[in-house]
């Protein structure tokens, strides 16, 4: 499952461009890569110049926004190699790039087929394939662009994406007897991103397939006080049953949606007692989202 087509743009992190001979060029200032960000979401689609503007600049409009957003343009075509185009079309610009040569594009591409494979049952393909789609991270979560409304939700969203990934990666892994291998980088998460309440329950998962059953008591008692303390809601049945629970080597579980009356808020973001922010992303129960 090799992917033929290198990326050319990528906004996972630092945000670069490519030419053809690889070479990765950054693109300096945060409103030139807010520009790239917000063209590069939408390849060969119309964002009109009304978006782009208030994508860009937010309520601090300059004298002549439509002025300002045309030097932009001018600037990034500078930048890009001559195969990869910003076009001018009527109401706004586009740009001219196959969505697979961007990583944000590659990533969610990958990121439903390795959801199909888990849900078929085909574990050691899946776990490859959400490799390649974590691989394609530079480890650097949050790019530095413009702080705009919009895209800080755009950003909340790849996050998620990644941590979905991210757990996605674990379910295959524990059903190919391989769950020692995602412990390290399941903490990890998980201290980044405590109220995250899936991420709990896929560690405990992973720590009782290895026999750990002390850490996973241990992960589930933390989580459940946070809970109650940040957010006064207690922790759902998947997480309090997580310790007893072994999920069966071949067989990929799955999530099952709660009733819309029991689930939490998709999303809480908070400061936690040691002044870190955090956010509830994702119910224990909530299915992988990648788009089909």
């Known amino acids: 499952?090799?992917?033929?087509?290198?990326?050319?743009?990528?906004?996972?992190?630092?945000?670069?461009?490519?030419?053809?001979?690889?070479?990765?060029?950054?693109?300096?200032?945060?409103?030139?890569?807010?520009?790239?960000?917000?063209?590069?979401?939408?390849?060969?689609?119309?964002?009109?110049?009304e978006k782009l503007i208030d994508g860009i600049w937010g309520e601090r409009l300059p004298a002549e926004p439509v002025n300002a957003l045309q030097t932009l343009v001018k600037r990034l075509r500078a930048l890009l190699p001559d195969d990869i185009a910003?076009?001018?079309?009527?109401?706004?610009?586009?740009?001219?790039?196959?969505?697979?040569?961007?990583?944000?594009?590659?990533f969610t591409r990958l990121g439903s087929q390795g959801t199909a494979l888990l849900r078929s049952g085909e574990f050691r393909d899946a776990a490859a394939v959400f490799e390649s789609a974590l691989a394609l991270w530079d480890g650097t979560i949050t790019p530095n662009t413009v702080d705009i409304p919009d895209l800080a939700w755009q950003l909340d969203r790849i996050r998620e994406l990644r941590l979905d990934a991210v757990e996605a990666r674990a379910e295959a892994c524990v059903a190919l007897g391989r769950a020692g291998e995602v412990v390290a980088q399941l903490e990890a998460e998980l201290r980044r991103n405590p109220l995250r309440e899936s991420l709990a329950v896929r560690l405990v998962h992973v720590l009782t397939a290895i026999g750990r059953y002390g850490r996973a008591r241990e992960v589930v008692a933390a989580t459940r006080e946070l809970l109650r303390a940040e957010l006064g809601v207690d922790a759902s049945p998947e997480l309090l049953r997580a310790v007893g629970e072994h999920p069966h080597r071949g067989t990929y579980r799955g999530v099952a949606p709660r009733p819309a009356a029991q689930r939490r808020p998709t999303r809480v973001s908070r400061h936690t007692t040691a002044g870190i922010r955090t956010s509830v992303i994702r119910p224990a129960a909530q299915p992988i989202p990648f788009p089909r």
């Open 1 to 49: 499952m090799v992917c033929e087509v290198a990326v050319r743009i990528a906004v996972l992190g630092e945000v670069t461009v490519a030419g053809a001979d690889g070479e990765r060029r950054r693109v300096g200032g945060a409103r030139l890569r807010t520009l790239l960000m917000v063209l590069a979401d939408r390849p060969g689609r119309t964002v009109s110049c």
């Open 86 to 106: 910003v076009e001018s079309v009527s109401g706004g610009y586009q740009l001219r790039v196959d969505p697979d040569e961007v990583d944000l594009h590659r």
